[in-house]
Each structure stands twice: as C-alpha cells, then as structure tokens.
C-alpha cells in the first residue's frame, strides 16, 4: 500500500504571498491531519478532516485554512505568508476519526521557506 | 489541557550502549493514548507504537521496550544496544479518545556514536 503522499516536497515564497499544500492520505483513510513543525514551537497541530468536515482546530490563526475533497485528499492554504511560517508541514492519516485502533500515518511533509 | 515533556532534549551514546528516552503526560481525561514516534534526517515520522491508558502492560519489540506507568504518568522508551542507525529525533505523543490530535513533547534528539 502507498503511504501519505504530499506536494510539492519543498517550496519557497515570499512574504505577503499564499500558498496551497497537498496531502493525499493512504487508500482507504478517512481522516487527514495537518502538523506545523518548528525549531521553535517544535509540532503543533493545525487541523483535522475526516469526511470533508473539518473535525478539529489547533490554534492557528485564521490565514490557516483547509479542506477535504470526497476521495479524501486534503489541501491546506496559507494565506499572506510571513517570515515566521516558515516550517516543515506534515501531513497525516488514519482509517477514521477516534477509538483505540488508530495510529497516524506520517507523508514526508512540504519544507516551506519564506523569504 | 494536555501536555507532554520530554525533559531530555538531547543524548548521545556510544553504539551498543542502552538509552531510555523519558516521557511525562499531564491529561485529565480517563481514556487517552500515548504514541512514540521516530523522525529520522529525512523528516518523516515513523510510527513506532500506541499503548492504550487502561493497558499498563509493557511492550518489547526486539530491542526497543516500553513502560508506561499511569501512577507517575509516564511513558518512557528503552532502545537496548543501541545502533548508529538508532539515530533520530524521538517524539512522544498523546491523544484524547476522541479525533485524532496529537499533543507532541519536544523531542529528544538521539544520537548513537560508533
């Protein structure tokens, strides 16, 4: 089975600029979850997706956006980039949205650089 | 709130040596789980295991074990006879019954010396 697959894999933008991540989840899983990670604040969870609803919400400020088509692929969009987005963002899976059997699945994650 | 600590930031080893990578929790929840994660260089996350809170048994998987204790509420990480291919950033996790957050420590960055 493919894992979580995510594109672009590296990015650079300029501030002031919004960009547009993608996840696509392992076949079969339901739920996506999106993950910020920095040197500073270390992993912090932006959202998560399970049948095109969002389910839950880190604290993010609203330029953090997402959404979930019907086959389960996630986008997340960054709007009016600043220097401090600058981070590694992961994106993960499982086959539903609680209970005990569901570990999340990890993509590579999308290196974004703001300049 | 929830809240994970990993008070080891970073260790360093010589090859072949034994590490436990602390883990501390702080929920108010009776259902949770707790998760160990890998990340190597490359950036991914690599799932290690899930321990249930109503489950204190420990777990051995070749030469990585853990032992949960909720009395002191950790969670901590044991790699016997460490390898140069051990290292990695080390993350623990916990997460509510309910949805699928995670509540990340900070890590411990281990590195294995040959």
């Known amino acids: 089975k493919a894992g979580v697959t995510q594109t672009p894999r590296y990015l650079i933008k300029t501030r002031g600029q919004q960009v547009t991540l993608s996840c696509s989840p392992i076949?079969?899983?339901?739920?996506v979850s999106w993950y910020q990670q920095t040197p500073g604040q270390g992993l912090q969870f932006l959202f998560e997706?399970?049948?095109?609803?969002?389910?839950n919400k880190g604290n993010f400020p609203g330029r953090f956006s997402g959404r979930q088509f019907s086959n389960s692929r996630s986008e997340m969009n960054v709007s009016t980039l600043e220097l401090g987005d600058s981070a590694l963002y992961l994106c993960?899976?499982?086959?539903?949205?609680?209970?005990?059997?569901?570990?999340?699945?990890f993509g590579p994650g999308t290196r974004l650089t703001v300049t | 709130a929830q809240k994970v600590t990993q008070a080891q930031t970073e260790i360093s080893v010589v090859e072949k040596e034994d590490v436990t990578l602390d883990c501390v929790y702080e929920t108010r929840d009776t259902t949770y789980y707790l998760f160990w994660y890998k990340q190597p260089p490359s950036g991914e996350l690599v799932f290690l295991i899930r321990?249930?809170?109503?489950?204190?048994q420990n777990e051995i998987s070749g030469r990585y074990s853990w032992n949960f204790q909720k009395s002191t509420s950790s969670f901590n990480f044991t790699i016997t006879a460490s390898q140069v291919v051990d290292s990695a950033v080390y993350f623990c996790?916990?997460?509510?019954?309910?949805?699928?957050?995670?509540?990340f420590g900070g890590g411990t960055r281990l590195m294995v010396k040959p």
């Open positions: 076949s079969g899983h339901r739920s």
């Open positions: 996790a916990l997460r509510k019954n309910a949805g699928n957050m995670l509540t």
């Open positions: 997706y399970f049948s095109e609803t969002q389910r």
């Open positions: 321990r249930n809170s109503f489950d204190e």
């Open positions: 993960a899976s499982t086959p539903g949205t609680s209970g005990f059997s569901y570990e999340q699945y």
